[in-house]
T-cell receptor, first 114, second 111 residues
Framework: NAGVTQTPKFQVLKTGQSMTLQCAQD?????MSWYRQDPGMGLRLIHY???????DQGEVPNGYNVSRSTTEDFPLRLLSAAPSQTSVYFC?????????????FGSGTQLSVL | AQRVTQPEKLLSVFKGAPVELKCNYS??????LFWYVQYSRQRLQLLLR??SRESIKGFTADLNKGETSFHLKKPFAQEEDSAMYYC?????????????FGGGTRVLVKP
């Protein structure tokens, strides 16, 4: 298993540009989520999905869109990038293990918006 | 609403000294809590979870419902313990589960 794969690892955008952060998992996990990590803020939930065709907002959803057309993929779209979206983004998927939850994280995408 | 608080942004200890990372939570349901760790240039990974009462890499954490705390402890810190640590609360909802993280504590273990 490759686990959770995020691409790209680094990206620089100009204000107003759009892009999609890709996230794929090959573990057949139903739950997937996107977080952003900012200094002094910790990890904050952007959007999450409990299965194909189902998405919901997290703590900081503004400026981001998601879709979940398949179990494997959960892309995060920035429609019009803003400097406030400069951050490190993590995708995660969930496993239920022995009655408890365990999250698997991707390696992160460092995004800079100029 | 659920909330996870890690009051210390930075903990600096000497090798061999005890280290305790504080985590307090507020949650109306029955909590399920985790500690995650991120070593330099590595991905975030699960360290331990309260439900399994395990000890990983010498770390333990006890859930105290009376004090709504889930502090992480290690009696003798090692240099390789230097990392960013996140406390997390898992909320189980009918519409889908959510994981909320604290702000994180950076641990620096000095030789």
């Amino acid at each position: 298993n490759a686990g959770v794969t995020q691409t790209p690892k680094f990206q620089v955008l100009k204000t107003g540009q759009s892009m999609t952060l890709q996230c794929a998992q090959d573990m057949n996990h139903e739950y997937m989520s996107w977080y952003r990590q900012d200094p002094g803020m910790g990890l904050r939930l952007i959007h999450y999905s409990v299965g194909a065709g189902i998405t919901d907002q997290g703590e900081v959803p503004n400026g981001y869109n998601v879709s979940r057309s398949t179990t494997e993929d959960f892309p995060l779209r920035l429609l019009s990038a803003a400097p406030s979206q400069t951050s490190v983004y993590f995708c995660a998927s969930r496993l239920v293990d022995g009655g408890s939850e365990k999250l698997f994280f991707g390696s992160g995408t460092q995004l800079s918006v100029l | 609403a659920q909330r996870v608080t890690q009051p210390e942004k930075l903990l600096s200890v000497f090798k061999g000294a005890p280290v305790e990372l504080k985590c307090n939570y507020s949650y109306s349901g029955s909590p399920e809590l985790f500690w995650y760790v991120q070593y330099s240039r590595q991905r975030l990974q699960l360290l331990l979870r309260h439900i399994s009462r395990e000890s990983i890499k010498g770390f333990t954490a006890d859930l105290n419902k009376g004090e709504t705390s889930f502090h992480l402890k290690k009696p003798f810190a090692q240099e390789e313990d230097s990392a960013m640590y996140y406390c997390a609360l898992w909320e189980i909802k009918a519409a889908g589960n959510k994981l909320t993280f604290g702000g994180g504590t950076r641990v620096l273990v000095k030789p």
